[in-house]
Protein backbone atom coordinates (compact mmCIF):
# COMPACT_ATOMS: atom_id res chain seq x y z
CA UNK A 1 0.00 0.00 0.00
CA UNK A 2 3.00 2.41 1.05
CA UNK A 3 4.41 1.63 -1.97
CA UNK A 4 1.84 2.80 -4.15
CA UNK A 5 1.15 6.10 -2.56
CA UNK A 6 4.75 6.64 -3.51
CA UNK A 7 4.69 5.66 -6.44
CA UNK A 8 1.26 7.44 -7.53
CA UNK A 9 2.87 10.73 -5.87
CA UNK A 10 6.29 10.26 -7.60
CA UNK A 11 4.21 10.28 -10.54
CA UNK A 12 2.33 13.28 -9.83
CA UNK A 13 5.55 15.16 -9.02
CA UNK A 14 7.48 14.65 -12.59
CA UNK A 15 4.49 15.28 -14.00
CA UNK A 16 4.03 18.33 -12.14
CA UNK A 17 8.38 19.57 -12.55
CA UNK A 18 8.05 18.28 -16.57
CA UNK A 19 5.05 20.68 -16.82
CA UNK A 20 6.72 23.74 -15.53
CA UNK A 21 10.19 22.57 -16.96
CA UNK A 22 7.97 22.89 -20.34
CA UNK A 23 6.83 26.33 -19.38
CA UNK A 24 9.89 27.94 -18.28
CA UNK A 25 11.81 26.07 -21.57
CA UNK A 26 8.92 27.56 -23.86
CA UNK A 27 9.81 31.39 -22.27
CA UNK A 28 13.22 30.79 -22.55
CA UNK A 29 12.74 29.61 -26.41
CA UNK A 30 10.43 33.06 -27.04
CA UNK A 31 13.01 35.48 -25.41
CA UNK A 32 16.09 33.62 -27.56
CA UNK A 33 13.56 34.31 -30.66
CA UNK A 34 12.98 37.91 -29.45
CA UNK A 35 16.55 38.72 -28.77
CA UNK A 36 17.69 37.03 -32.27
CA UNK A 37 15.19 39.43 -33.80
CA UNK A 38 16.43 42.45 -32.38
CA UNK A 39 19.90 41.49 -33.07
CA UNK A 40 19.23 41.36 -36.77
CA UNK A 41 17.17 44.44 -36.77
CA UNK A 42 20.25 45.81 -35.24
CA UNK A 43 22.30 44.65 -37.41
CA UNK A 44 20.21 45.83 -40.70
CA UNK A 45 19.86 49.48 -39.33
CA UNK A 46 23.49 49.86 -39.12
CA UNK A 47 24.01 48.14 -42.52
CA UNK A 48 21.75 50.79 -43.81
CA UNK A 49 23.28 53.41 -42.33
CA UNK A 50 26.70 53.10 -43.50
CA UNK A 51 24.76 52.92 -46.91
CA UNK A 52 23.41 55.75 -46.32
CA UNK A 53 26.34 57.79 -45.01
CA UNK A 54 28.27 56.60 -48.01
CA UNK A 55 25.94 57.56 -50.16
CA UNK A 56 24.96 61.07 -48.52
CA UNK A 57 28.98 62.05 -48.65
CA UNK A 58 29.11 61.02 -52.51
CA UNK A 59 26.20 63.47 -52.68
CA UNK A 60 27.89 66.00 -51.03
CA UNK A 61 31.05 65.77 -52.90
CA UNK A 62 29.28 65.91 -56.29
CA UNK A 63 27.35 69.01 -55.43
CA UNK A 64 27.85 72.02 -57.22
CA UNK A 65 29.35 75.27 -54.29
CA UNK A 66 29.25 78.87 -54.84
CA UNK A 67 31.85 80.59 -53.33
CA UNK A 68 31.17 84.44 -51.83
CA UNK A 69 33.41 86.18 -50.25
CA UNK A 70 32.15 88.58 -47.52
CA UNK A 71 32.62 92.38 -46.38
CA UNK A 72 35.12 91.20 -43.37
CA UNK A 73 37.64 89.25 -45.56
CA UNK A 74 35.72 85.59 -44.85
CA UNK A 75 34.64 83.41 -47.09
CA UNK A 76 31.06 81.48 -47.24
CA UNK A 77 30.27 78.21 -49.61
CA UNK A 78 26.77 78.06 -50.53
CA UNK A 79 25.00 75.89 -52.83
CA UNK A 80 21.74 75.61 -54.34
CA UNK A 81 22.20 72.44 -55.60
CA UNK A 82 19.59 69.29 -54.84
CA UNK A 83 22.55 67.13 -54.38
CA UNK A 84 23.96 69.12 -51.07
CA UNK A 85 20.24 69.01 -49.26
CA UNK A 86 20.02 65.22 -50.19
CA UNK A 87 23.42 64.29 -49.48
CA UNK A 88 23.25 66.20 -45.98
CA UNK A 89 19.82 65.06 -45.00
CA UNK A 90 21.32 60.77 -46.09
CA UNK A 91 23.92 61.69 -44.07
CA UNK A 92 22.25 62.54 -40.87
CA UNK A 93 19.67 59.59 -41.51
CA UNK A 94 23.15 57.42 -41.61
CA UNK A 95 24.38 58.08 -38.69
CA UNK A 96 20.39 58.31 -36.81
CA UNK A 97 20.28 54.45 -38.35
CA UNK A 98 23.49 53.60 -37.04
CA UNK A 99 23.19 54.99 -33.49
CA UNK A 100 20.08 52.54 -33.35
CA UNK A 101 21.12 49.89 -34.82
CA UNK A 102 24.20 49.06 -33.09
CA UNK A 103 22.88 49.14 -29.22
CA UNK A 104 20.14 47.19 -30.60
CA UNK A 105 22.70 44.68 -32.10
CA UNK A 106 24.63 44.82 -28.82
CA UNK A 107 21.49 44.22 -26.41
CA UNK A 108 20.15 41.67 -28.68
CA UNK A 109 23.21 39.60 -28.94
CA UNK A 110 23.93 39.59 -25.15
CA UNK A 111 20.24 38.83 -24.24
CA UNK A 112 20.04 36.10 -26.79
CA UNK A 113 23.27 34.05 -25.56
CA UNK A 114 22.59 34.72 -22.13
CA UNK A 115 18.53 33.16 -22.40
CA UNK A 116 20.04 30.15 -24.80
CA UNK A 117 23.04 29.31 -22.27
CA UNK A 118 20.10 29.48 -19.70
CA UNK A 119 18.29 27.23 -22.27
CA UNK A 120 20.70 24.53 -22.19
CA UNK A 121 21.57 24.49 -18.73
CA UNK A 122 18.07 22.67 -17.34
CA UNK A 123 17.24 19.36 -18.30
CA UNK A 124 14.84 17.34 -17.42
CA UNK A 125 15.67 13.24 -17.29
CA UNK A 126 13.64 9.86 -16.28
CA UNK A 127 15.76 6.84 -15.94
CA UNK A 128 13.43 4.21 -16.63
CA UNK A 129 15.98 1.14 -16.52
CA UNK A 130 15.98 -1.75 -13.85
CA UNK A 131 19.66 -0.23 -12.20
CA UNK A 132 18.77 2.99 -12.16
CA UNK A 133 15.37 4.31 -11.72
CA UNK A 134 14.21 7.93 -10.83
CA UNK A 135 13.70 10.89 -12.10
CA UNK A 136 16.19 13.72 -12.19
CA UNK A 137 16.89 17.50 -12.78
CA UNK A 138 19.57 18.74 -14.36
CA UNK A 139 20.62 22.46 -13.96
CA UNK A 140 24.11 23.55 -15.15
CA UNK A 141 25.35 27.21 -13.82
Not at 42 to 51: C, E, N, Q, R, Y
Not at 63 to 74: E, H, I, L, P, Q
Not at 106 to 124: D, H, N, P, W
Request: glycine letters at 10%.
Amino acid sequence: MKLVIVVILSVAFSLSASAQFNQQQMNYRLKVEKYNKMKTTGIALTAVGVVAIIVGISNLNDATYTTTYTSTGGTQQTSSDPKAVTGALLTLGGFAFMGTGIPLTIVGSIASTKYRRKLEATSVHFNITPQQQGIGLSYRF
